[in-house]
């Protein structure tokens, strides 16, 4: 296909196929990987249940729309419990972040130089070390990609009615989009096994109602010299951080 699709094509089914820009033509509005596939939402009848979908219908502040994507996320986009496709968006990429976790986790505990060492040469890792960084990278580039203004009858469609609806936003850390600050903690919980509580406490603490890359990383780094402490020391950990300014030294 060279040539974008016909603008704002209105279906039979009153489904209003959403612009694609030319240089976007072949990928996934979510993810940005290969499209093979439409997503529309409001689902159509048929999908689910009369209920459910009167109350979409209802609720939701835009057109029945489709949006170009890959079959993965086609699949997570369906289970989505919320009434717009910005809201669908960000409970994919929570979806994608947990499902890649692991590779996600590569570029946290290693460098790309250091994979590429020959450390790994011949022994057991070295065909893991050969595909990591790519596999990571690919991780990455799906969870924080952004995707395009939604365009559908000629009409870029507001997204703003997500953007009030969320509490939270968008938080980039180490290259990596998350959907929300929460999503990051669980992310770096999962990978160095850190209580998402503590951690949460702790970045609270940090940021002074500010949470930056700066005052997360100083977290990560504080809440990983406890990885093996008991409650009991965790705590006694977090009122001497308090008492003290170890804040502007980590
Ligand atoms: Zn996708």
Not at 123 to 132: D, V
Not at 192 to 207: E, I, K, N, P, T
Not at 226 to 245: Q, Y
Request: aromatic share 12%; charged share 20%.
């Amino acid at each position: 296909m060279t040539t974008t699709k016909p603008s704002a094509k209105l279906t039979t089914q009153g489904v209003v196929n959403t612009e694609t820009p030319f240089d976007k033509r072949h990928c996934c509005w979510f993810c940005g990987e290969p499209s093979h596939v439409n997503f529309i939402f409001p689902p159509q009848p048929a999908t689910v249940s009369e209920q459910k979908t009167k109350y979409l219908l209802l609720s939701c502040s835009h057109l029945t729309i489709s949006v170009p994507c890959c079959g993965e996320c086609q699949k997570l986009a369906a289970k989505a419990q919320v009434n717009n496709i910005w809201a669908v968006k960000d409970f994919v990429k929570k979806q994608l972040l947990k499902i890649y976790a692991k590779h996600l986790a590569i570029g946290v505990n290693w460098s790309k130089e250091e994979l590429s060492s020959s450390e790994f040469e011949g022994g057991n890792f070295e065909s893991f070390a050969k595909s990591a960084w790519f596999v990571y990278e690919v991780a990455k580039g799906r969870v924080s990609y952004t995707g395009w203004p939604l365009v559908a009858n000629g009409v870029v469609l507001d997204d703003s009615v997500c953007e009030e609806e969320q509490s939270e936003a968008i938080f980039h850390f180490d290259g990596v989009a998350y959907p929300t600050v929460s999503a990051a903690i669980e992310h770096y919980g999962d990978i160095f096994l850190l209580d998402r509580g503590y951690v949460s406490a702790v970045l609270q603490y940090m940021a002074n109602g500010n949470i930056t890359e700066k005052s997360f990383a100083q977290t990560i780094r504080f809440c990983r010299l406890l990885v093996n402490a008991t409650p009991k020391e965790r705590k006694m950990a977090f009122l001497t951080l308090i008492n003290s300014d170890d804040k502007h030294t980590l």
